[in-house]
């Protein structure tokens, strides 16, 4: 799995229907219709996300490394 930032990511879920509800500090917080998931994206400067992080994230996004 390749490493990508939060910036990167913030794109990905925009493109697959998810929306910024808010912005915490350097945390921006997505949300979609129907779903009631939130998904929070850490995004400082172009840092790459811990694996770990990045895999979370994608499963509850409902994403798979083809969509990077």
Do not use: C, Y
Not at 29 to 49: C, M, Q, Y
Request: aromatic share 4%.
């Amino acid at each position: 799995m390749k490493q990508i930032s939060g910036k990167d990511l913030a794109r990905v879920l925009q493109r697959h229907g998810w929306e910024l509800k808010r912005v915490n500090g350097s945390h921006h917080i997505f949300g979609k219709a129907g779903r009631i998931e939130r998904i929070v994206v850490p995004i400082h400067g172009n840092t790459p996300l811990k694996i770990g992080l990045l895999r979370h994230q994608m499963k509850s996004a409902g994403l798979t490394e083809a969509d990077f």
